[in-house]
């Protein structure tokens, strides 16, 4: 029982190249999200799923796309990268009942230069 | 003004110290939680609680609704509880939506 996985670990982007991140889980939780972690701010909600086969915006989806793959995985697309996008992404799932917390990812390192 | 604030930002303490971590936050909430960060990143969940009081081992969590504050103390503290702790605040029904605190940086010296 792995938790949620995420790929890559760390990736260095120039501007204006796309790359997918990819996140996984294998608890067979209903909802999954996408967060980005930034110094001197705390997480901020890019796309969430609360279901497989639905996908909505949170707080910063501009310049992101999401896949719900299937009920295991959640991916964020960046189409053209941008320096303001380097930070580090986490995924996390939920079972999806609302007394379950979070379970989160390790984190994927990503710099735009 | 964010809307989960947390106290203090950094936080040195000795060996076998009590430990306290504040957060207030201004919005209407379903319920609480307290995350831990190690360095290296990986993200755990410490307690998801709604009213009164949750213990687990040396970590005590408490949240009072009407002022609209939460408080997670350590007791006996080790260099290993060393980390990154940060309140968050459910939001958003069934979704389960978070709004995060910045964290509060802990590290407690041998």
């Known amino acids: 029982n792995a938790g949620v996985t995420q790929t890559p670990k760390f990736q260095v982007l120039k501007t204006g190249q796309s790359m997918t991140l990819q996140c996984a889980q294998d608890?067979?939780?209903?909802?999954m999200y996408w967060y980005r972690q930034d110094p001197g701010m705390g997480l901020r909600l890019i796309y969430y799923?609360?279901?497989?086969?639905?996908?909505d915006k949170g707080e910063v989806p501009n310049g992101y796309n999401v896949s719900r793959l299937n009920k295991r995985e959640f991916s964020l697309r960046l189409e053209s990268a941008a320096p303001s996008q380097t930070s580090v992404y986490f995924c996390?799932?939920?079972?999806?009942?609302?007394?379950?917390?979070?379970?989160f990812g390790p984190g994927t390192r990503l710099l735009v230069l | 003004k964010n809307e989960v604030e947390q106290s203090p930002q950094n936080l040195t303490a000795q060996e076998g110290e009590f430990i306290t971590i504040n957060c207030s936050y201004s919005?209407?909430?379903?319920?609480l939680h307290w995350l831990q960060q190690h360095p290296g990143g990986g993200i755990v969940s410490l307690f998801m609680?709604?009213?009164g009081k949750k213990k687990h081992g040396r970590l005590i969590a408490t949240i009072n609704i009407q002022e609209k504050h939460s408080s997670l103390h350590i007791t006996a503290s080790h260099p290993r509880d060393s980390a990154v702790y940060i309140c968050?605040?459910?939001?958003?029904?069934?979704?389960?939506?978070?709004?995060f605190g910045t964290g509060t940086l802990l590290a407690v010296q041998p």
């Open positions: 608890m067979n939780h209903n909802s």
């Open positions: 968050a605040v459910t939001y958003g029904g069934a979704t389960n939506k978070l709004i």
């Open positions: 996390a799932s939920r079972p999806g009942t609302f007394w379950e917390t979070q379970y």
């Open positions: 919005v209407g909430i379903s319920a």
């Open positions: 799923s609360a279901s497989e086969g639905t996908t």
């Open positions: 609680l709604s009213s």
